[in-house]
């Protein structure tokens, strides 16, 4: 399979992923018109609106990589980060379901079928093609903005996710005490540890597609107009 059809398939896998979260999103604004504070409400409505935008992002740049028609090759490097990548992310689908007690519900199968679209593409960029091709055409405005966009995002998205590890170890004493207080017990600090590393993993797995065509200079390409419906022959 060639870049552009895995990259049509990533584009509705994740669009697929995004149910879970707009369903997140509906619950926390109506919670949020419950409360008495003016300001509540609005706050929570920007930050749902931020968050849309934040995870739009990665389907916006399978969808303009799937409408980029000219061929696509990346260093052997590239293509060996492509791979590991994907390597990671289907660990971490497997320590998930491994770690998962609550059996399986709808979320859990979009999340397992959006998966199976972000290895496929990664799989797709990780094979050498021929170097018997056309000359690159020009990329689109959208490929070149969104794969810069997705890059800055979301590489500030996973190293917020080191921030996250220090914090859960270094307040892992404060969380004991108040689960003390509310009479439960406080999860092992391995199972919190273990959950923020996995996240981190699988963040930087999506974070690798757009960062190798960002790497590859295919998004620092002459910029064209955007290709037209039909394609370029």
């Not at 960029?125 to 056309?134: F, H, Q, V």
């Not at 996973?158 to 004493?173: K, N």
Request: proline letters at 6%.
């Amino acid at each position: 399979m060639n870049i552009r059809n895995a990259a049509g398939i990533a584009f509705v896998a994740s669009l697929l992923s995004v149910v879970p979260a707009w369903q997140g999103m509906n619950r926390l604004i109506a919670i949020g018109a419950t409360r008495s504070r003016w300001w509540i409400p609005p706050s929570i409505a920007l930050l749902g609106c931020l968050l849309v935008c934040f995870l739009a992002i990665m389907p916006v740049f399978y969808f303009a990589l799937y409408r980029h028609r000219g061929p696509i090759r990346f260093p052997t490097p590239l293509r060996k980060l492509a791979l590991a990548a994907a390597a990671i992310l289907v660990a971490v689908m497997i320590l998930r379901f491994q770690a998962s007690s609550g059996g399986w519900n709808w979320n859990s199968v979009l999340a397992l079928v959006a998966n199976g679209g972000y290895i496929l593409l990664l799989v797709a960029m990780s094979r050498d093609i021929p170097d018997e091709l056309s000359e690159p055409i020009s990329v689109s405005r959208l490929l070149a903005a969104i794969t810069k966009l997705a890059v800055i995002a979301w590489g500030l998205w996973v190293a917020f996710q080191f921030v996250r590890l220090t914090i859960v170890a270094l307040t892992y004493g404060q969380v004991k005490q108040i689960a003390f207080q509310v009479g439960h017990d406080a999860p092992p600090l391995r199972d919190m540890l273990k959950d923020v590393t996995l996240t981190l993993f699988s963040q930087a797995g999506l974070l690798a597609a757009p960062y190798i065509v960002w790497r590859s200079g295919l998004a620092n390409r002459d910029i064209a107009g955007d290709i037209p419906a039909g394609g370029v022959n």
